[in-house]
């Protein structure tokens, strides 16, 4: 295959097992910072995905949680084929990535609600649904032990 512009793109979906974290991609930006780009895979690639309706309750709970537990996070924000999602963090490496994510996973199986679902803070907002993320997020962290494992 032709190498792609796209780091993902490059990724044979074939041979990952899902779930999994994993670095997409690294940069150093002007100011010395290093930006890194996490792969956080929920689902098998062409096998299964996520309902809209739990990516986009687990992209609020995420985006808003994870932001009580560290200032490093730039952006969360789920993949077009609703397999997981990419978060963008500033200088974190993978253990403390992994441990930020599976402490927001606990607040999001703790919510009683998906932060700003309405149609005031919200692009769609009757278009969620917490118990759809939360059995996502569940299934995820039970899987915790696998995270590092990325191909068959």
């Known amino acids: 295959m032709q190498k ?23 940069k150093q930006l002007p100011g010395g910072d290093t930006l890194v780009k996490y ?15 739990a990516v986009h309750s687990i992209e609020h709970l995420t985006a808003e949680h994870m932001r009580n537990h560290t200032d490093a996070l730039i952006d969360f924000s789920p993949m077009g084929c609703q397999t997981g999602f990419y978060a963008l963090m500033l200088g974190v490496e993978t253990s403390e990535f992994e441990d930020l994510l599976a402490r927001t996973f606990q607040d999001i199986l703790d919510a009683t609600e998906v932060p700003a679902a309405n149609e005031v803070q919200c692009g769609w907002g009757a278009n969620h649904s917490l118990s759809a993320a939360q059995d996502a997020v569940r299934g995820f962290l039970a899987q915790r032990a696998a995270w590092d494992e990325v191909t068959r």
């Open 4 to 26: 792609m512009n796209v780091e993902s793109f490059n990724l044979d979906h074939r041979t990952v097992a899902a779930p999994y974290v994993r670095i997409a991609d690294r």
């Open 39 to 53: 792969d956080v895979r929920f689902t098998q690639p062409n096998q299964d995905h996520l309902d809209m309706a």
